[in-house]
């Protein structure tokens, strides 16, 4: 294995396994794997609903609400991990279908816009090495 240092690299363990956490100013954050890269789930997912959409809809645009509940579907299943939404009853459980309700619901638009573009940013799920690591070093704590 390669001896040279790395400075920025993908997370793998961030994208496919712990998530990175993406906090709101109203103190809601969700816990979230990446939308692609190392989330195999999620890339799995992700081929199954374009061919059923493509299958539905063929070479039409398929409609904005359409298309935007099939990706939350996408997300709470494959990508949201945990959150913390405050609800009237106190904070509201993490399940996948609370999390589709809330992401498909107008009234939560600023979690949906601002989740949609986090989750699926590759510069979100980097790790900057302060001395940086070595390629060895990299494979050791990913258990290779």
């Known amino acids: 294995m390669s001896k040279f240092k790395l400075k920025n690299r993908q997370d793998i363990k961030a994208e496919s396994v712990t998530g990175v956490r993406f906090e709101f100013d109203d103190g809601v954050w969700f816990q979230s794997l990446r939308a692609g890269g190392s989330n195999a789930k999620y890339t799995a997912a ?11 809809y063929g070479s039409r645009p398929v409609p904005r609400d359409v298309h935007r509940h ?32 809330l992401l498909t619901d107008p009234q939560f638009d600023i979690y949906w816009l601002e989740y949609d573009g986090r989750v699926s ?8 090495d302060g001395d940086g690591a070595t390629a060895e070093q990299i494979g050791r704590d990913l258990g290779n």
């Not at 992700?46 to 539905?56: A, H, I, T």
């Not at 959150?83 to 996948?96: A, C, I, S």
């Not at 940013?121 to 900057?128: A, G, L, M, W, Y």
Request: aromatic fraction near 8%; hydrophobic fraction near 40%; charged fraction near 20%.
């Open 46 to 56: 992700l081929s199954v609903m374009n061919q059923e959409l493509m299958r539905k």
């Open 70 to 101: 099939h990706q939350a579907k996408l997300y709470a299943d494959t990508c949201l991990i945990d959150w913390h939404v405050p609800g009237e009853d106190g904070p509201v459980p993490f399940t996948p279908a609370a999390a589709l309700e």
């Open 121 to 128: 940013d590759p510069r979100n799920f980097t790790v900057q």
